[in-house]
């Protein structure tokens, strides 16, 4: 009697567990499948040459744009990062103008460094599911920009200016890759998303941040350090589902 009584409750278990599954997976793959936009906060993490380079975890931007093909688990689209190589503030006095008696104005000001990537990437990914919860993998490949900008901030009478902008590094190089992600579905079409990259980068040169200075004339001098840019990048942020 009691041996017939546990093998019900286990039959019954069994029962709801597959009836679940199958609708589940039933919901999974009738649900509407449409495009896809995902940002949010990222760090990367130099790997590899670019370790022994570059000291630190650039911090910055990402977010991809992918579309499925039709009711298909293939989906094309791109993605963006920025990220922060680093960044230096120094308290300058600054040429303004020369007045009618040949007199050399100067105001006092900020003289801004900023080193950033700039990463455009074109993506394939496999997303199997479409449901709460889902994971998908992605390939891709595309161009990593090295850039370092100086310009002037002036404080004029409360509002704050920024002139004499002036690239004073720049290079590229290609990046390929792939990527893991993980959603899940807060509200309709809202999600919560994790993301991990490895890229794979060619060679390229950077400013070496520890040897940036300022002359007596405003002017910057620095080395450039050269390597490949190898890198992990973790990204957590939002999705929306269209």
Do not use: C
């Amino acid at each position: 009697m009691l041996f017939n009584m546990k093998k019900q409750i286990l039959f019954s278990v069994i029962s709801a567990v597959l009836i679940f599954i199958n609708e589940s997976a039933h919901a999974q793959l009738n649900r509407r499948r449409g495009p896809t936009l995902s940002f949010g906060g990222q760090v990367a993490q130099p790997i590899g040459e670019f370790s022994q380079q570059y000291d630190g975890y650039p911090a910055g931007l990402s977010g991809q744009f992918a579309a499925p093909l039709g009711r298909s688990p293939l989906e094309f689209g791109f993605g963006y990062s920025w990220n922060n190589m680093g960044s230096q503030n120094k308290d300058i006095s600054a040429l303004v103008y020369t007045d009618s008696n040949g007199s050399d104005i100067y105001e006092e000001g900020t003289l801004r460094i900023r080193s950033n990537t700039n990463r455009y990437q074109a993506i394939a990914r496999f997303r199997p599911f479409a449901g709460i919860v889902q994971p998908y993998v992605d390939v891709f490949a595309g161009i990593e920009a090295y850039k370092t900008k100086t310009d002037i901030t002036l404080d004029n009478q409360g509002y704050t200016s920024a002139d004499n902008s002036v690239r004073q590094h720049f290079d590229m190089t290609y990046v390929y890759g792939w990527g893991a992600g993980l959603r899940v579905e807060l509200a309709t079409g809202i999600f919560m998303e994790g993301r991990f990259e490895s890229v794979s980068g060619g060679m390229v040169k950077y400013v070496d941040k520890e040897s940036i200075q300022v002359n007596d004339d405003n002017s910057v001098t620095f080395d450039t350090r050269q390597s490949a840019t190898s890198k992990y990048t973790y990204q957590l942020g939002i999705a929306f589902e269209f």
